[in-house]
């Protein structure tokens, strides 16, 4: 148990794993996914999977939100950036998404004047200090981004702002996982719940969860132990037949959400009707468009973009990752022609990608298997 | 871009835009706080707070926040990439 050693509380990280082997039924294979990305990298990172019991199986869910755009919105991202006069920013993960020919970099080296930005706010800036130039902001993200997307959004139009626009793909988290508990591959016991996009959100949207799937739900923190801790809960439900949504975070989720952020996004967004997902296909009402009073600001409108969509690389498999049926070494490519450098997929582009994860640390956990 | 950084609030510099300047491992940005009004009065100097993409997204207490941030020192590059950014970051 050498990674325990590194937890924070050694000792609980111990009585932790003890108990996690006492709720499991041998003979039973238990299907746990982490829905966010965070925690997958915590997962790999901390060796979290050799702490438990063989027959209780992490999967890594959609909750990355670089993993998840398709090809077809990196293609329209870019022929904005190609357009006279645009300055197109973005933030940094998702400068290297390949698109069908390339990615945000390959066109930043082609000539066109892209960004990459920390905030919504500093492509604000950017617009402010260059009138004369168009600046549009490639938003993604989930709950968690999305209101800072918006705010930044309602004060373009306060201080009318005119050569300022928001390419909106931001993504809710509820469908993806709807979709995934109606999906016939996979068969999940519960639910490791987002930490982050959950300080938004609340836990209240998760309560389907339990009621229409009778699955438990348990939103955790990044540490090893809240991980830890959380699996210990769902399987603790499972073991006692409950099924419900229990917050392990509470010293940062706080069971209603972010009440601010909610009103906030619900002024400035709306749910489109349906979303390309990478790897997922079409789900709807999973993504999010700017309301009428701020369609002005909406790039997509402004500048016309071609739209089209693109079919994921055949090479590729992330869409069976995103949904947890392959774990990312058993993707073909894996490896070979699909590194971090030179991602083929998006869940080795982001360090939260599971592949990406799992080529960072996941290969120490392997090698430790074989020896 | 997935992480969220604690970070101490050290002074509301822009009352009206609701930005206020946040010691983050002793890197000294603005970000904006606004999606925390109405939580229990509001953000203060002192307080800390989850940054995420230049905005403050919850209020936690001190320990939270030195326990969150060992964890991301942990994690290494990431989080130092994430600084990186942060300290690119020029919000007025
Ligand atoms: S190895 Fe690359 S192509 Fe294969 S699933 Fe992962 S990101 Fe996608």
């Known amino acids: 148990m050498r990674f325990v050693d590194e ?3 050694p000792e609980l ?8 082997l006492s709720l499991v039924e041998p003979g039973r294979h238990y299907k746990l996914m982490e829905v966010c990305g965070g925690h997958t990298h915590s997962i790999y990172k901390y060796g979290i999977d050799d702490l438990l019991p063989a027959n209780v199986e992490l999967v890594h869910g959609p909750g990355c939100p670089v993993c998840v755009i398709p090809m077809g919105r990196v293609d329209d991202g870019i022929a904005i950036a190609h357009q006279d006069g645009v300055i197109f920013t973005c933030f940094g993960d998702m400068m290297r998404v390949p698109g069908s020919s390339g990615s945000l970099l390959d ?9 990459m930005v920390y905030s919504p706010l500093d492509a604000l800036r950017i617009a402010k200090h260059n009138p004369e130039r168009q600046v549009v902001f490639f938003a993604i993200g989930f709950e968690t981004t999305a209101p800072s997307t918006a705010l930044t959004l309602k004060r373009a139009r306060a201080e009318h702002l005119p050569n300022f626009s928001v390419m909106c793909s931001h993504v809710t988290i509820v469908p ?3 979709a995934l508990l109606e999906s016939p591959d996979l068969r999940l016991d519960g639910f490791i719940g987002p930490g982050h996009v959950s300080t938004v959100v609340g836990a ?3 309560e389907f969860i339990p009621a229409d799937y009778g699955r438990p739900v348990v939103i955790s923190g990044f540490e090893p132990l809240d991980i830890l801790q959380s699996i210990e809960m769902i399987l603790r ?3 006692a037949g409950r099924c419900e949504v229990e917050n392990q975070y509470k010293r940062v989720v706080p069971y209603e959400g972010n009440l601010r952020a909610l009103e906030v996004m619900a002024e400035v967004f709306e749910l489109r009707p349906h979303f390309e997902w990478r790897g997922l296909g079409f789900i709807s009402h999973s993504g999010l468009k700017l309301t009428e009073a701020y369609a002005e600001l909406d790039a997509e409108a402004r500048f016309s973009v071609p739209g089209v969509r693109v079919a994921d690389p055949k090479a590729c498999q992330c869409g069976e990752v995103l949904k947890g049926v392959i774990k990312p070494w058993e993707c073909k490519v894996f490896g070979t022609a699909c590194t971090p450098e030179r991602p083929i997929g998006t869940c080795m582009v982001s360090s939260e990608g599971a592949c990406a994860a799992y080529y960072n640390f996941g290969r120490f956990a392997r090698e430790r298997e074989v020896v | 871009m997935c992480l969220a950084i604690p970070g101490q609030v050290i002074e509301i510099v822009d009352d009206a835009n609701r930005l206020a300047k946040v010691d983050v491992a002793g890197v000294r940005r603005n970000v904006s706080i606004g999606l925390l009004d109405g939580e229990d009065g509001g953000v203060v100097p002192g307080d800390w707070v989850l940054i995420h993409v230049g905005f403050a997204i919850s ?8 326990a969150t941030r060992d964890l991301l020192v942990r994690m290494g590059a990431d989080y130092e990439q994430e600084l990186e950014e942060l300290k690119a970051s020029v919000i007025e």
């Open chain 1, 13 to 20: 990280g111990r009585a932790l794993s003890g108990e996690i």
């Open chain 1, 7 to 9: 937890f924070r509380d």
């Open chain 2, 59 to 66: 209020k936690v207490d001190e320990e939270e926040a030195r």
């Open chain 1, 204 to 206: 209240r949207p998760f």
């Open chain 1, 237 to 239: 439900q499972l073991a």
């Open chain 1, 107 to 115: 066109a930043k080296a082609a000539g066109a004047d892209i960004r």
């Open chain 1, 176 to 178: 993806p996982v709807r």
